[in-house]
């Protein structure tokens, strides 16, 4: 298969909402990390049919939820300069926090929100890290102890993920 001529700026994946409010959703965008507009399409009514909007390097498109077209929830993986800076500007911009930003073994300072559309947003800062015995294991260099109610408990991800652990012991 040959890859496909891509438009500028986006990439393989780009998500895509189906949003009520999708006017507001664009002021949270902007809000919380910082979007900028790209492109916003209205019909003749005025309504919303087709927005982009960027943040960092990708791509996001929305749209109005419509009777036949209903809205849905996402749950995306944003790389950020700084997660706390980021984290207070999102929960400003009304989201609920699900864990408070955290250095994690894995190598970011990582935390999670929920937005008022019900899309989950994991807001990760990567971390200078170190090589631990196994390959796989890195732990962040310096690491913040994380708050001890940083516990969250996920049902749609496995076991292993279903609490924080302190990262050094």
């Given at each position: 298969m040959t890859d496909p001529k891509i438009p500028a700026g986006h990439h393989h994946v780009n998500p895509y909402y189906l949003v009520?409010?999708?006017e507001g959703f664009m002021s949270f965008l902007k809000d919380a990390f910082g979007a900028?507009?790209?492109a916003v399409h209205r019909n003749g009514d005025g309504r919303m049919m087709?927005?982009?909007y960027r943040i960092g390097d990708s791509a996001l498109m929305f749209g109005e939820a419509l009777e036949d077209c209903s809205a849905s929830t996402s749950m995306n993986y944003?790389?950020?300069s700084d997660t706390d800076a980021t984290?207070?500007?999102a929960l400003a911009a009304g989201c609920t926090e699900l864990y408070a930003p955290n250095d994690e073994e894995y190598g970011v300072r990582g935390s999670g929100i929920k937005d008022r559309w019900g899309n989950t947003w994991w807001l990760a800062q990567p971390l200078k890290c170190v090589r631990l015995s196994s390959p796989q294991a890195v732990r962040p260099e310096k690491a913040r102890s994380p708050s001890p109610?940083?516990?969250i408990a996920c049902p749609l991800l496995?076991?292993?993920y279903s609490g924080r652990?302190?990262?050094l012991q």
């Open positions: 009520h409010d999708p900028t507009e790209k087709h927005a982009e944003l790389y950020m984290h207070k500007a109610t940083a516990q496995p076991k292993a652990r302190p990262l």
